[in-house]
């Protein structure tokens, strides 16, 4: 600059303030002198602003496009006379002077003020044509190789002057012309792709034979020309790759590079994207957050980076689909997701289509304002491809749901319309099965599961169950899966267990969409607008239950078979119970093992009990479902357990009749849906432990037969031997034996038969009145179910009877107790039988000899020929046993003990105060578990406490037991 005169610099000051602002007054003019000289001043050792950013920087703050054809002419103004005087650090300084002259707020002209005020119109310098390097080195920058002869010479200072003055007194005629210049100027500007892309291409201009003023030559106009249509060539050119590159096709200049190895890299090298290979760029590279040079102008770095990311979206949305498309396992729901995509896509076609059309009318810049909303459509479905595409079933649908409560209303919108697509299979497998029965799900998508090999029998409970974790979420409430899973079952359930093949649905409408199923998301507050499918289901359960229940009840007989149930397992035909066990025990007393006990001999018994009571007047369907089963262990075979011998290992069997004989009842098909198995095996449990309880009160009644006749014989031969009743020993040994045995008998039977009815009416009873009352109110099939499951499990909780492993240990204890009872009163029964039937055999042996006797001394002959026979009768049928009678008392204080003890438990367990009982017997952690079922227990237990504690008080009516415990 101190080459340079005083003239000049004000000269290039005042064109410089007067390009940014209109005029050019003294105080602006004065500021940009100071910054300029400023920015001269500066050391040539220290480092050049960056041009680039810089000359962004100027051209953001020109908003018109009048100010930044001045500012170009007063930068290649500047360039000339830099070039001139060899100060090469000069352009980037004027750029960065310029930059700070707009940072101090000099405010810009308007297109007004620069109509009227005229302007000095320096030549724009021209540069090189666009040329294209190496494919090898794409990357390097265009080199210039003008000569600085050929500048033209600046224009003198009274020029300049002279120029200005001209300029304000010129005429009218005169400033049209410069305005059509200017106009025709402007033109030539759009053509180019962006507003410094002459500045760009190259810093000095070709001024090799340019002479004189500084005029714009024809050479100069054809060089500008060419550098024009070359970098329009360019545009044109990338535009066309743009194109390639939104559908993910790999061009000439734009390549896409795919990582394949799936580890993340922070290396440049290894981004995955695109790669431009093109001389407008000055790296190939393009991401987010890049500084990039560019001669194509802002907004076409942007451009490419944009197309390249939507190409790479769109890439991954069809590999998805693609994939889909390819793969057999993949289910309906995972094909219909792709097919919607697919669907999404032709509008991005559509898009594409129009674009090829109008390619020759756009630039890069007009391509990136156009690309926004099908990049944020691609990004959407990109990112369902990348989180979805490894679900299938309802969890697709739930996760496509999740997105639907987006907060970008966009986002929401579109994932709304592709969930209605993507659901309408899902809600024609649910409309299939909830009005046909059918289950097409092929895929295992549905939340309805079919489980194979299960028989038609158990198709209600075992044959269909519900996939939780298949149900989608927002797409179908909780609250309705239950009721959709039922209607289906039970449409199956009336074909295959009913054989009611001619039943069909009859609904207002079969059309899906007029009955609901659609799909309608619930709302954030998990509110469903579905209500029509709600109908529908409700409707629809209604008709297949009450089918259901009419044809159970009608066709079916299901109360019949219930009362039948209740009247053979659960001995409520009393006079048939009382004929079998007679039955049995005339045919087996005495029959030691289970040897020659045969099933058609138990039928047989069990017919004539039939016959001979009140049983007979049962309907006959349910007669002939009665049948005999025999309890044997796994490893026993019946044909050589039932063989004519008897091999060792029989002979130690101490088993009897009573042990395995059971009562069987063949359920009818339909009703196993309300009698499975295990609702069979407690009708089961509870017949065994009443029937032992029938059992042991027909053997107590029986010992009393023969504790009479014993009785009787006793005092008929202390009669006839003269015995003196109130002196003889033995005699009295023998009545206290006699009497000892009947109190503990009465004892017994006082227990049984207060246990019996309590069972009986109190359980038994009222638990079928209630299942009666139940099944009435009933209106589906699973109520009917639950009221006949709440029915077995009272009676199996109010009977006292052995709980299994797993439930309270209170409830096992007083079941072991109950049991300890009755095995002590089956003790007491045979060793009592086994005492009168030796006694009887002896009473008759005296009876035979007494006869004889009196016989003989009918004839005039002695009665007894010896002391010894007439001794004989003195023992009294062997009932004056000391043994005998310590046994009986063994088995009277141990039975008077566990009596106590059940009272005792059961008594602290109505009244909830078993917190303070401890067992002697027992352990305290055991009586620390049966604290639980106390007063504190569930309402269940308490509905169970009154009956109990009339129980408690019928069995120590005079408190005798009460005294004994303390």
Same mark, same amino acid.
């Given at each position: 600059m101190s080459s340079r005169s005083g003239e000049d610099v004000e000269e290039a000051m005042q064109r410089l303030v007067r390009a940014m602002k209109g005029h050019a007054d003294v105080a602006s003019v004065s500021l940009a002198r100071r910054v300029v000289s400023s920015q001269i001043g500066l050391s040539q050792d220290r480092k050049a602003t960056n041009v680039t950013n810089a000359w962004r920087r100027v051209s953001r703050k020109a908003p018109y496009q009048r100010h930044k054809a001045e500012l170009e002419r007063v930068y290649n103004d500047l360039n000339i006379r830099c070039a001139r005087s060899g100060d090469e650090d000069l352009p980037p300084k004027v750029i960065t002077v310029m930059t700070k002259l707009m940072g101090k707020h000099i405010k810009c002209a308007t297109p007004e003020q620069l109509t009227s005020s005229s302007v000095a119109t320096s030549p724009v310098v021209n540069s090189e044509p666009l040329s294209q390097p190496p494919q090898s080195s794409y990357q390097q920058p265009i080199q210039v190789s003008t000569p600085l002869s050929t500048v033209s010479q600046p224009r003198q200072p009274y020029q300049n002057l002279q120029y200005q003055s001209a300029a304000r007194t010129e005429p009218l005629q005169q400033r049209e012309q410069h305005q059509q210049q200017e106009q025709v100027y402007q033109h030539e500007r759009r053509l180019s792709s962006t507003s410094t892309a002459l500045s760009s291409v190259s810093f000095f201009p070709n001024t090799a034979q340019s002479q004189g003023p500084l005029v714009r030559s024809e050479a100069r106009e054809q060089q500008i020309q060419q550098n024009r249509q070359g970098l329009e060539h360019e545009e044109a050119a990338l535009l066309r790759e743009c194109l390639y590159s939104l559908q993910g096709i790999d061009g000439e200049r734009i390549k896409y590079h795919f990582n394949s190895s799936n580890v993340l890299s922070n290396c440049v090298d290894d981004y995955e994207g695109i790669r431009v290979q093109s001389p407008a760029l000055n790296n190939p590279l393009l991401y987010t957050g890049q500084s990039l040079e560019t001669r194509l102008g802002s907004g076409a770095a942007d451009a490419l980076r944009i197309s390249g990311e939507a190409g790479w979206l769109y890439h991954r949305t069809q590999s998805y689909i693609h994939q889909v498309q390819q793969d057999d396992s993949k289910g309906i729901l995972a094909r219909a997701f792709a097919g919607t995509l697919s669907e999404e896509l032709q509008e991005y076609h559509s898009f594409l289509a129009s674009l090829e059309a109008k390619l020759n009318d756009v630039s890069l810049r007009q391509l990136m304002v156009d690309l926004r909303k099908p990049t944020h459509r691609l990004k959407i479905l990109a990112m369902l491809t990348d989180g979805l595409g490894d679900l299938s079933g309802g969890n697709l649908l739930s996760a496509i749901y999740k997105h639907t409560l987006h907060g970008d209303t966009r986002h929401a919108s579109l994932v709304k319309g592709i969930l209605g697509h993507v659901s309408k299979p899902w809600f024609d497998v649910l409309f299939r099965w909830s009005t046909q029965g059918v289950l097409s799900d092929p895929h295992g998508e549905f939340f309805v599961q079919e489980i194979p090999n299960v028989k038609d029998k158990f198709l209600w409970t075992q044959r269909y169950e519900i996939n939780r974790d298949l149900v989608p979420t927002g797409i179908l409430d909780k609250h309705?899966?239950?009721?959709?899973?039922?209607?289906?079952?039970?449409?199956?359930?009336?074909?295959?267990?009913?054989?009611?093949?001619?039943? +069909?649905?009859?609904?207002?409408?079969?059309?899906?969409?007029?009955?609901?199923? @659609?799909?309608?998301?619930?709302?954030?507050?998990?509110?469903?607008?579905?209500?029509? %499918?709600?109908?529908?289901?409700?409707?629809?359960?209604?008709?297949?239950?009450?089918?259901?229940?009419?044809?159970?009840?009608?066709?079916?007989?299901?109360?019949?078979? %219930?009362?039948?149930?209740?009247?053979?397992?659960?001995?409520?035909?009393?006079?048939?119970?009382?004929?079998?066990?007679?039955?049995?025990?005339?045919?087996?007393?005495?029959?030691?093992?289970?040897?020659?006990?045969?099933?058609?001999?138990?039928?047989?018994?069990?017919?004539?009990?039939?016959?001979?009571? &009140?049983?007979?007047?049962?309907?006959?369907?349910?007669?002939?479902?009665?049948?005999?089963?025999?309890?044997?262990?796994?490893?026993?075979?019946? &044909?050589?357990?039932?063989?004519?011998?008897?091999?060792?290992?029989?002979?130690?069997?101490?088993?009897?009749?009573?042990?395995?004989?059971?009562?069987?009842?063949?359920?009818?098909?339909?009703?196993?849906?309300?009698?499975?198995?295990?609702?069979?095996?407690?009708?089961?449990?509870?017949?065994?432990?009443?029937?032992?309880?029938?059992?042991?009160?027909?053997?107590?009644?029986? +010992?009393?037969?023969?504790?009479?006749?014993?009785?009787?014989? %006793?005092?008929?031969?202390?009669?006839?031997?003269?015995?003196?009743?109130?002196?003889?020993?033995?005699?009295?040994?023998? +009545?206290?034996?006699?009497?000892?045995?009947?109190i503990l008998?009465?004892?017994?039977?006082?227990?049984?038969?207060?246990?019996?009815?309590?069972?009986?009416?109190?359980?038994?009873?009222?638990?079928?009145?209630?299942?009666? @009352?139940?099944?009435?109110?009933?209106?589906?099939?699973?109520?009917?179910?639950?009221?006949?499951?709440?029915?077995? &499990?009272?009676?199996?909780?109010?009977? %006292?009877?052995?709980?299994?492993?797993?439930?309270?240990?209170?409830?096992?204890?007083?079941?072991?107790?109950?049991?300890?009872?009755?095995?002590?009163?089956?003790?007491?029964? @045979?060793?009592?039988?086994?005492?009168?039937?030796e006694s009887l055999q002896l009473a008759a042996v005296a009876t035979e000899k007494r006869l004889r006797a009196e016989t003989r001394l009918q004839h005039g002959h002695w009665g007894f020929n010896s002391q010894q026979e007439?001794?004989?009768?003195d023992n009294f049928f062997g009932l004056a046993n000391t043994p005998m009678i310590k046994e009986v008392d063994r088995i009277s204080d141990e039975y008077e003990q566990n009596a106590v003890e059940l009272l005792k438990v059961l008594g602290e367990i109505v009244n909830g105060n078993l917190d303070d009982y401890v067992d002697e017997n027992k352990n305290k952690s055991n009586v620390a578990d049966i604290t639980r079922m106390g007063a504190s227990a569930t309402d269940e237990f308490d509905s169970d406490l009154d009956p109990q504690r009339f129980l408690v008080a019928q069995l120590d009516h005079n408190e005798y037991y009460a005294k004994q415990a303390v």
């Open positions: 309705l899966v239950e009721p959709a899973f039922n209607v289906g079952k039970g449409i199956n359930f009336i074909r295959r267990c009913l054989l009611d093949g001619t039943w +069909t649905m009859k609904l207002p409408s079969m059309d899906s969409a007029d009955l609901g199923y @659609s799909c309608k998301p619930s709302s954030r507050k998990g509110n469903n607008s579905n209500a029509e %499918l709600q109908k529908t289901l409700k409707r629809a359960g209604e008709l297949v239950h009450s089918h259901i229940l009419l044809t159970l009840k009608k066709e079916n007989h299901m109360m019949e078979h %219930l009362l039948a149930l209740k009247q053979f397992l659960f001995l409520g035909q009393g006079d048939f119970f009382s004929a079998l066990i007679d039955g049995l025990f005339t045919e087996f007393h005495g029959h030691q093992g289970i040897a020659g006990i045969y099933k058609h001999s138990l039928l047989s018994i069990v017919e004539g009990a039939l016959r001979s009571t &009140n049983a007979k007047y049962q309907p006959q369907f349910c007669l002939d479902r009665l049948q005999v089963e025999l309890l044997l262990g796994k490893d026993e075979d019946a &044909n050589f357990m039932f063989g004519p011998g008897r091999s060792p290992s029989q002979q130690g069997d101490k088993r009897t009749v009573w042990d395995i004989f059971m009562l069987d009842y063949k359920v009818p098909d339909p009703l196993i849906a309300i009698v499975d198995p295990a609702a069979l095996k407690k009708y089961k449990k509870v017949f065994r432990f009443l029937f032992n309880l029938k059992k042991v009160e027909y053997m107590l009644n029986y +010992t009393w037969r023969q504790n009479a006749t014993l009785q009787h014989a %006793l005092q008929t031969t202390a009669q006839y031997n003269g015995i003196d009743k109130s002196a003889d020993a033995r005699y009295l040994q023998s +009545t206290y034996l006699l009497r000892k045995i009947s008998r009465q004892s017994m039977m006082h227990l049984i038969c207060n246990l019996k009815s309590y069972l009986m009416f109190e359980v038994l009873e009222g638990g079928w009145q209630k299942l009666v @009352s139940d099944i009435d109110k009933a209106k589906t099939l699973d109520e009917v179910i639950e009221a006949h499951k709440s029915y077995l &499990n009272g009676i199996v909780r109010k009977s %006292l009877l052995k709980a299994d492993s797993n439930e309270l240990t209170s409830k096992q204890y007083l079941g072991e107790q109950v049991e300890t009872l009755l095995s002590m009163a089956d003790e007491f029964c @045979s060793m009592q039988e086994a005492l009168f039937r007439s001794a004989e009768d």
